[in-house]
């Protein structure tokens, strides 16, 4: 009511039809891709260095990655010490004590960490750039001389296995360490965090020994973006890391991914929750795997993206939920797909429903050329946005060296998208959505959902400690 | 234009080489700022380092201004504002902007409420007329009003109600520490208000704040100024303007007295503890040295309370917080308080944790801080205000609070200099008035004690 006065009065004032244009103004000409230029090189000790300039402030940004996974060998005598490892590696060098490590880093308005996951470990460190010279020094002595004093590890032992502690309050830790576990079975992939045990049984001489192993520069590569001149770049990294002595990466044996052959419910009890938290999905398929571009684009369709379909029918039509998502995680050795959402407990059973069939309509019919051709222009355009950043740009490289892909895959994105037809989407939603043999995975208060989630499959009952409770 | 500037001064600075701290690069991001005669503010920025452009729209208006008995409803209204206009029925406001290469996200903080969309720069205008539609024409209805308040519902509980700690940090914190109501109510909303909103607050709201006159349009990237301020005034001109909205009172008496409060969790397994101080005004002169203070303070892991806590006693495990919980030192326009909150370890007590920050504090009281520690707090300071500015949505925040709180988004080029010009003493100052008990608030927060669970089948 009120908006047609104004609009009245409007018009005769100004005297001319005050309107907005009724339909989506078209898209201006295509501007160009600025496309980064990239430049390899390699040290006389086979460290792989990546130059990438991207001069939209002041700094640079750098990642340095090894082959210390959770996949690696010492996984077996010592699980979790790739993670222990990357925790307490920045917290003293042979020459710096912790203090002085933060102290430089202050200085160079720079931040350095490292974190470890199934196919790596990444040094990840930015600065001003100004200060490169500075910051490629400290992040080689980190790579090379960490010296895990006694007092910082056991620090880092006790902080651990408390915020291990601490996460075991959060609903989304729990679902996501379950659903690791229930995908990806004795797959050194299920590891999400080690026991107390095993952390209070790392040594220094292992942490060391894991480093001489792992921390190697012919078996590691190091992405350099940001306001750098590339030749200058190169002869600072060339200081900072050309001693760094190569060696011998330990080759590995891992079990294959088990597979599911009926549809499970893995509920892990957590009385006093007012909502359940829902992950439902499998394993699917590995980073260099053909099906990459077309699983990345039915799960934008599906759930990853804000218009996808599962948002669409459980938030904006039904209000089950804030937001739910899907996601498609592609690594080396293999992948999964999951879908997700956090809702009330009334309707955990109809939301579970929803997601089952928004899976099942994946398979059983073709998109329609309308949402594929979104979903191209999705990916297409957040992409150029991801490389205009010097994280984004920086991740993106790093992931072409981590998974040994096509060194063109930025180039060629695009026209991969684009190659994709509805039948393409159809064939992996058949394969890799596959609602009948998923693993259901539900953080919540038992007493109040449990009619709603019986009826979906055999359930097996964790507490938030990971222990079996029952089995049905 | 900004790429030619960083060339000649990495030029300038192999000559003059790079030790030198006084060597700040000095910004220069191109500003053209005029408004409507609507009273819009419009700001652009060209940047041609990507073919990227994000569109914003800042409106004055936080969850300070809503009434009571309405707790949240300035964030629910954002929720409506992707519920359809005119001519983009509902959520087509994100099929639009992705079927178009783009990303959009909306926020509502203490003073504003943001919506932006980032997308490829030839489709510019469509950000500009999606913008437009609803700062014209909201059309919302009951069942888009109830299926919001459903699903803000959700988002209360997932961020909060399912939560160990439940936010206390904020939510608590802000309750306990302030007196005025406008400033200490929940934001983002006890579930009853959030469900008792009706249609016609949404449009009285809508009405009140969303007026062209009470908004700032950003846009940010690689476009053409010329063109875009075309494309601005085909789809905004003719958007009408409300009666100013009014003034909350966000005023606050001094605090004279500590403030303690105890509470349980029924979900966390650690006991945590989080302290706020009321921090000077914006325009005071003391603001720029509480800045460095806050970094010197609690900044990164080099600083004092986090060396102390979780490094020399081993107390706590983690530290977060800051000068603006949400944001920034410059996107509010109020009342604020300094955070902090660190998880401690079982056996030990908040006290004990309280006891070694104020001495920390009585330590900086007296013997100030060091000529290295204030020149690093700057260079951090200046290295993280860089990284506020990489993405055309960085940009885009900061030059739209400038406009919208100071008029002036071209100051963008000069907000480092109070900052690097505060000295050791300032600092030591601002610590004595600022950082006392008496004008602070302290949560601790202890796990319920657990009775085991015993769940049957």
């Known amino acids: 009511m009120k908006f047609v006065i104004t609009l009245t009065i409007l018009v005769l004032v100004s005297g001319v039809v005050v309107g907005q244009q009724k339909t989506p103004p078209a898209p201006g000409p295509a501007r160009p891709l600025n496309l980064p230029k990239i430049t390899e090189k390699k040290l006389a000790n086979g460290l792989t260095v990546v130059l990438a300039p991207l001069p939209n402030v002041p700094k640079v940004t750098a990642v340095l990655t090894f082959r210390a996974a959770t996949t690696a060998s010492d996984r077996v005598a010592h699980p979790g010490i790739a993670q222990i490892v990357a925790t307490v590696a920045n917290e003293g060098t042979d020459t710096r004590t912790s203090k002085q490590i933060k102290e430089e880093l202050r200085s160079i308005g720079g931040t350095l960490s490292l974190g470890s996951d199934a196919d790596s470990t990444t040094l990840s460190s930015s600065a001003l750039s100004e200060f490169s010279t500075r910051m490629f020094d400290l992040m080689s002595d980190v790579a090379q001389h960490p010296s895990f004093p006694d007092s910082e590890l056991k620090l880092a032992q006790e902080n651990t296995i408390q915020q291990i502690r601490a996460g075991r309050a959060d609903p989304g830790f729990l679902a996501n360490e379950r659903f690791q576990k229930a995908v990806f079975g004795n797959h050194p992939y299920s590891f999400v965090v080690p026991d107390e045990k095993s952390i209070n049984a790392l040594t220094r001489a292992d942490l060391r020994d894991f480093v001489s192993k792992f921390y190697i520069p012919n078996a590691s590569h190091l992405i350099v973006v940001g306001d750098i001149d590339p ?8 200081k900072a890391f050309g001693s760094w002595k190569s060696g011998t990466l330990p080759p ?19 009385p006093g929750s007012v909502q359940s938290t829902i992950y439902v999905g499998n394993a699917s398929i590995p980073r260099k795997d053909k099906d990459y571009f077309a699983i990345r684009t039915a799960n934008t369709i599906y759930g990853g993206s804000f218009y996808s379909r599962l948002t669409r029918n459980i938030r904006e039509s039904k209000g089950y939920t804030y937001s739910p998502f899907s996601s498609s995680n592609t690594q080396a050795k293999t992948g999964s797909f999951q879908a997700g959402a956090f809702v009330r407990n009334e309707v955990t059973g109809p939301t579970l429903l929803e997601i089952l069939y928004e899976l099942d309509r994946m398979r059983v019919a073709a998109v329609t050329d309308e949402e594929l051709n979104s979903a191209k222009e999705y990916s297409t355009g957040n992409f150029s946005v991801e490389l205009a950043s010097q994280n984004g740009l920086a991740g993106r490289i790093n992931t072409i060296y981590t998974y040994e892909l096509d060194k063109s895959f930025i180039n060629d994105f695009r026209s991969k998208i684009e190659a994709l037809t509805t039948a393409d989407i159809q064939r992996v939603a058949a394969k890799y959505f596959d609602t009948y043999r998923a693993a259901i995975v539900i953080v919540g208060d038992w007493e109040k959902v449990k009619d709603q989630v019986t009826p979906f499959g055999d359930v097996t009952m964790y507490d938030a400690e990971g222990n079996v409770i029952s089995k049905s | 234009m900004q790429r030619s500037l960083l060339v000649f001064l990495a030029t300038l600075l192999l000559v003059l080489g790079n030790s030198s701290l006084a060597l ?18 419009v700001v652009i920025s060209e940047d041609h380092i990507a073919p990227v452009v994000t ?69 510019v205008e469509l950000g500009l007329w999606l913008e437009a539609d609803r700062m014209r024409s909201l059309d919302v209805s009951e069942d888009n009003l109830k299926n919001q308040q459903n699903v803000v519902s959700e988002e209360v509980r997932v961020n909060v109600l399912n939560q160990p700690y439940q936010f206390f940090e904020w939510i608590d914190l802000w309750q306990n520490a302030f007196t005025n109501w406008n400033n200490a109510h929940n934001g983002y909303g006890d579930l009853a208000d959030i469900n008792a909103a009706t249609i016609d607050d949404v449009r009285s709201f809508f009405k009140t704040y969303y007026a062209p006159n009470n908004a700032v349009l950003t846009i940010v990237g690689d476009v053409d100024v010329n063109e875009v301020k075309k494309m601005v005034e085909k789809n905004f001109n003719s958007i009408a303007s409300q009666p100013t909205p009014p003034k909350p009172d966000l005023s606050e008496p001094q605090q004279t007295k500590e403030k303690r409060v105890a ?3 029924k979900l966390a397994n650690l006991p945590a503890v989080a302290t706020g101080y009321h921090i000077p005004a914006q325009n005071s002169p003391d603001f720029p040295a509480m800045a460095l203070l806050v970094q010197i303070l609690q900044g990164d892991d080099s600083s004092r309370w986090y060396q102390r806590l979780v490094k020399e006693k081993e107390l706590t495990l983690d530290l977060s917080g800051g000068l603006n919980y949400f944001g920034n030192e410059f996107d509010y326009s109020g009342p604020m308080i300094m955070t902090t909150r660190t998880t401690y370890k079982p056996g030990h007590t908040a006290d004990e944790v309280i006891r070694e920050m ?35 949505f960085g940009k885009t925040h900061l030059l739209s609070v400038l406009a919208l709180f100071r008029d002036d988004p071209a100051q963008i080029n000069s907000l480092l200099t109070p900052f690097e010009n505060v000295t050791a003493e300032q600092i030591k100052a601002a610590a004595g008035k600022y950082l006392v008990a008496a004008n602070r608030t302290v949560i601790d927060r202890v796990p319920e004690t657990k009775t085991p669970s015993k769940p049957g089948q």
């Open chain 1, 252 to 270: 590995e044996d891992n079990p294959a991914v088990p597979k599911r052959d009926k549809r499970q419910i893995f509920f892990v009890n957590r």
């Open chain 2, 358 to 392: 104020d001495a920390v504090l009585a330590e900086l009281k007296t013997k100030g801080v060091t000529d290295k520690e204030l020149a690093d707090a700057k260079v951090r300071y200046r290295s993280s205000f860089y990284s506020q500015l990489e993405s055309s």
């Open chain 2, 55 to 123: 569109v914003g729209v800042y409106y004055g208006v936080g969850f300070r201004v809503e009434p009571k008995g309405r707790t949240g409803f300035a964030h629910l209204f954002e929720h409506m504002m992707f519920q359809g206009s005119a001519n983009v029925k509902k959520f087509e406001h994100a099929k639009y902007v992705e079927a178009n290469g783009g990303s959009l996200n909306g926020h509502t903080d203490f003073d504003y409420t943001n919506y932006f969309e980032t997308m490829p720069s030839n489709r």
């Open chain 2, 263 to 265: 509470q349980t969790d």
């Open chain 2, 24 to 41: 700040a690069k000095p910004l220069n991001v191109p500003v053209v700022y005029y408004k409507l005669p609507n009273g819009l503010k």
């Open chain 1, 231 to 238: 030749d200058k770049t190169f002869a600072e990294v060339e």
